[in-house]
């Protein structure tokens, strides 16, 4: 069930291009503010300095920066390094109405290419959130033009009062990453400079990348050009955006390439080999000492050809490894492959 980027070996590295964007980043920000603890950034959300108004303001619009982002805060036209200005007045320019429709697009969700709103569902799902995100988005699908004209105030307010402060700190280290990633498609090609980007990332042949991702999905990129917004605040994530007619974004990770990401087959596979009873019997048996199929059956009271299969099963999905000892095989648990199971699961779900 991974992202497949077919293409890639003919995408011209010419048609790549990179943009370190304060809006995109802030909206980045904004999600680890809404969900630091899968970020792991608990204590970095708790020093950022809000003034209270601008605390309790952000907790009201927290809806809209969460998994599923209006389309400024995942694409541009830019290049480069824009102005918060620059960004901030095209935003302000643009009719209320096409704003709102991106800000609701976390209650209708996917596709990102999509430019219809389903009023009816929007309301239905921002019911689900509380009274305040009720009244909050009604206004905005009724009479849009106050509450965008508020919320892009609180984006300068944010900027204002903490982020502008934050992206002097940080725009040139995104810059400068953008550019060697372009730099590196053109030198070593675009597969390679794909996969440079994050562990979720990796060559499947020499026409196509996979992304671990829990979302079946392939994107011919052949005939498309490619965005690269580098990012301090989308770690775990790795965010992959195809709209019709538009450049392919990948928002990644400043750090590069991280921990490789297991295949959802990997875990699926570990998942299933545990689904067992009987496979949890061997597990135990094999988990302190290796133990042959014949003892693990003598001493649990099994069947010598049913353990053999079980420990078949635990072996194929990595979770058990086999030693010969002359004309004995012995088993052992893989403690690290069972202790990494719940973490590896919740890397590719958050990726």
């Known amino acids: 069930m991974p992202t497949v980027l077919a293409g890639v070996s003919r995408l011209e590295p010419e048609r790549v291009r990179h943009v370190a964007s304060p809006l995109i980043e802030l909206g980045c920000a904004l999600h680890v503010l809404a969900e630091p603890t899968h970020h792991d950034r608990v204590e970095w959300a708790a020093s950022v ?14 809806w809209t920066v969460r998994a599923v982002r209006a389309r400024f805060f995942a694409t541009t036209a830019a290049t480069g390094m824009p102005s918060w200005s620059d ?13 709102a429709a991106e800000l609701v697009r976390p209650l209708h969700g996917r596709p990102l290419s999509s430019r219809t709103v389903d009023t009816d569902a929007v309301l239905h799902w921002a ?39 934050v992206w002097s700190a940080s725009r040139d280290e995104l810059a400068a990453r953008g550019r060697h990633d372009r730099d590196l498609a053109i030198r070593d090609g675009v597969g390679a400079m794909l996969r440079s980007l994050d562990g979720s990332i990796d060559l499947r042949d020499a026409d196509s990348v996979v992304v671990q991702k829990v979302q079946s999905k392939r994107i011919d990129v052949s005939t498309r050009s490619l965005l690269l917004v580098p990012s301090n605040y989308i770690a775990p994530h790795l965010f992959v955006g195809e709209i019709p007619g538009e450049p392919i974004t990948i928002i990644y990770p400043l750090s590069g390439r991280s921990t490789v990401v297991p295949t959802a087959q990997q875990i699926r596979a570990r998942l299933d080999a545990l689904a067992s009873p009987d496979r949890l019997q061997v597990c135990r048996a094999v988990a302190s000492e290796p133990r042959t199929a014949g003892e693990i059956a003598a001493l649990w009271g099994l069947h010598p050809t049913q353990v053999t299969r079980h420990l078949r099963a635990l072996t194929r999905a990595g979770l058990v490894t086999a030693e010969r000892q002359g004309r004995f095989v012995a088993y052992r648990l893989d403690e690290s492959a069972l202790t990494t199971l719940g973490t590896d699961l919740l890397t590719l779900i958050m990726r």
């Open 127 to 165: 019911r689900s959130r509380g009274r305040a995100v009720a009244g909050l988005v009604e206004s905005l699908v009724t009479s849009p033009a106050d509450p965008v004209r508020r919320f892009v105030d609180l984006l300068d307010a944010c900027w204002q009062e903490w982020f502008g402060e």
């Open 49 to 62: 300095p809000l003034s209270a108004e601008l605390r309790s303001e952000l907790a009201q619009w927290s």
């Open 87 to 99: 960004e901030l007045a095209a935003l302000r320019s643009r009719p209320p109405e096409e704003v």
